[in-house]
């Protein structure tokens, strides 16, 4: 019997016993829908934060915080003492003038700045309606857009780029509608709480983003001008201290960046790329998916049980049969690899019908979910399955399935062929 005959007698002999087989599918294709669904949902989501990331475009920017604790691994919850040097919580963590002359000398970083943060209060469009605006400058970073350029991070235009949910808010008809118009930004100084009007020119409209925050973004010389109008009338101190520094990598290479870290760390500073902020995502979705992971295998854990008594019944059955077979010259290996094969098929009919089910329901999931709490966010497939994926499920559930039928099949290729025939 060559390895075809072997494969269609097990075929064959598998659906002996309709019932048993089924109801031992069904639990391997509990197990597999649910992996199935699980890796497409990690899959759907890392493609999507991967996408955004490439739309940055730019992964030589260093963020430079100050580091409050020299060693966080040994980090307190225990209060601190005061000292004058640190004074209080939050100057312990602004930097100012001194640290942007002192990160400015270390080789390898250049084009060093403050993150400087500004506060608008309103924003007026076409229709003359007020709403309050969250916004921030780009710092040379790209953001997705759904329409028209990114805003100019040289000379002196007031642009703006709208998320999205503020075009027809502010009276235009659509994205293409708004590029080109005026719209004004309010803002006020934090010490006098005089209030000023800007007038900027709407160059673009973006892409609502997970990984972004979907806020408007303005250019340099907007920026600049909101953050004078927030700093006026504050003592000179207070207007030269920061939450962060920006700093541009040379040669953007990742053992280049680990050495700069490394640098700033032994000057007390912390500093991330835009990509390892966004690695917290990745690190999110694979931990949850992770957990729902673990109930496809408890389910396929449970599922292996039911091959083996799905097996072993059928060599109780089949004993007298296995008997003859051995009988008439079949060795240990062929009736071992007969049972095996027993196996792999209800693994592999588990898994395809798991795999086949996951990638219909991810159909109708993403179209729900694309109208509905996914509304807006451009190109983003919660579910999302490739070949390499749907092969390595489906292959480590016949392996599952193999070792699990290989206590049933054994015993069928020990069974002394004279003591088969007697069998009752």
């Known amino acids: 019997m060559n390895l075809w005959d072997t494969i269609t007698s097990a075929s064959a002999n598998l659906w002996r016993n309709k019932g048993r087989t089924i109801l031992t599918i069904l639990a391997i294709f509990i197990g597999a829908f649910t992996i199935s669904m699980t890796l497409g949902i990690k899959a759907g989501v890392n493609d999507y934060v991967d996408k955004q990331v490439k739309n940055v475009g730019r992964d030589d920017l260093l963020m430079i915080n100050k580091a409050v604790s020299d060693d966080p691994n040994k980090a307190s919850d225990e209060p601190k003492e005061y000292t004058e040097e640190q004074g209080n919580a939050e100057d312990s963590y602004l930097l100012d003038e001194k640290d942007i002359t002192k990160i400015t000398k270390i080789a390898g970083l250049t084009d060093v700045k403050p993150a400087e943060s500004f506060s608008p209060d309103y924003i007026v469009g076409k229709n003359n309606k007020k ?3 969250s916004a921030s400058s780009t710092d040379g970073i790209d953001v997705d ?23 027809k808010s502010l009276g235009f008809a659509n994205a293409q509608d708004a590029l080109g118009k005026k719209i004004r930004i309010a803002a006020s100084s934090q010490a006098t709480k005089a209030q000023s009007e800007v007038v900027a020119t709407v160059v673009g409209v973006r892409n609502p983003s997970i990984v972004n925050n979907g806020d408007s973004v303005v250019s340099k010389a907007l920026a600049e001008k909101l953050i004078a109008i927030n700093k006026a009338g504050l003592p000179k101190g207070m207007q030269n201290q920061y939450y962060a520094i920006l700093a541009t990598v040379k ?3 990742e053992n280049n960046i680990t050495k700069l870290k490394e640098k700033l760390s032994k000057h007390g500073y912390g500093a991330s790329t835009f990509a390892d902020q966004v690695g917290m995502i990745h690190s999110t979705v694979d931990a949850i998916t992770g957990v729902l992971t673990l109930f496809g295998a408890i389910a396929l854990l449970a599922a292996s049980f039911g091959i083996i008594n799905t097996l072993y019944m059928s060599v109780q059955e089949r004993t007298r049969e296995i008997g003859l077979m051995k009988a008439m010259g079949m060795g240990r290996g062929k009736v071992f690899l007969a049972f095996s094969i027993e196996a792999i098929l209800i ?4 898994s395809a019908l798991g ?5 219909g329901a991810a159909k109708v999931v993403n179209k729900v979910a694309t109208d509905s709490f996914l509304q ?14 749907v092969a390595m499920i489906m292959v480590i559930i016949m392996l599952i399935a193999f070792l699990a039928g290989t206590f049933p099949a054994n015993r069928a290729a020990r069974l002394d062929p004279i003591d088969a025939l007697r069998y009752e």
Do not use: C, H, R
């Open 145 to 167: 857009l759904k329409a028209g350029k990114q805003v100019s991070q040289k000379g002196d235009a007031y642009e703006i780029a709208l998320a999205a949910n503020y075009v």
């Open 251 to 253: 040669n953007p290479t």
């Open 376 to 389: 807006g966010l451009d190109g983003f497939n919660l579910l999302q399955f490739n070949f390499s994926s």
């Open 347 to 350: 693994g592999f009919w588990g």
């Open 131 to 133: 709403f309050v605006l």
């Open 355 to 359: 795999v086949a089910v996951a990638m």
